[in-house]
């Protein structure tokens, strides 16, 4: 079965950090982009951050340059967003996704381009 799963969410007082990790499961995470998008409640989906299959490009929202640091480790088939400096306002439930490498762009992401989907974890940054 071919599904994307994430872990590493949690509480978090407001300037801490979180290591979020998104491991592939039936399918070879190197052949896609990998992207982190993240919901919170009554809000719009948005797309935090997207790395591209080697690893080489990144993109970044603007409300989290700075902050967040997407990686990957392809040999271990798991992309990663270090989060770091959290605010009330990153609380959400955060989701990774694949999508074709042809769709990535280093200057914006297009959530339809994503094909699968994790199940999510929840981060939220309360005192």
């Known amino acids: 079965q071919v599904q994307l799963v994430e872990s590493g969410g949690g509480l978090v007082q407001p300037g801490g950090s979180l290591n979020l990790s998104c491991a592939g499961s039936?399918?070879?995470?190197?052949?896609?982009?990998i992207g982190w998008i993240r919901q919170a409640p009554g809000k719009e989906r948005e797309a935090v951050s997207c790395?591209?299959?080697?690893?080489?490009?990144?993109y970044y929202a603007d409300s989290v340059k700075g902050r967040f640091t997407i990686s990957r480790d392809n040999a271990k088939n798991t992309v990663y967003l270090q989060m770091n400096s959290l605010k009330p306002e990153d609380t959400a439930a955060y989701y990774c996704?694949?999508?074709?490498?042809?769709?990535?762009?280093?200057?914006?992401?297009?959530?339809?381009?994503?094909?699968?989907w994790g199940q999510g974890t929840q981060v939220t940054v309360s005192s």
């Open positions: 996704a694949a999508q074709d490498e042809i769709y990535f762009s280093d200057s914006g992401v297009r959530l339809e381009s994503f094909g699968s």
């Open positions: 039936g399918f070879t995470l190197d052949n896609y982009a």
């Open positions: 790395i591209s299959s080697s690893g080489g490009s990144t």
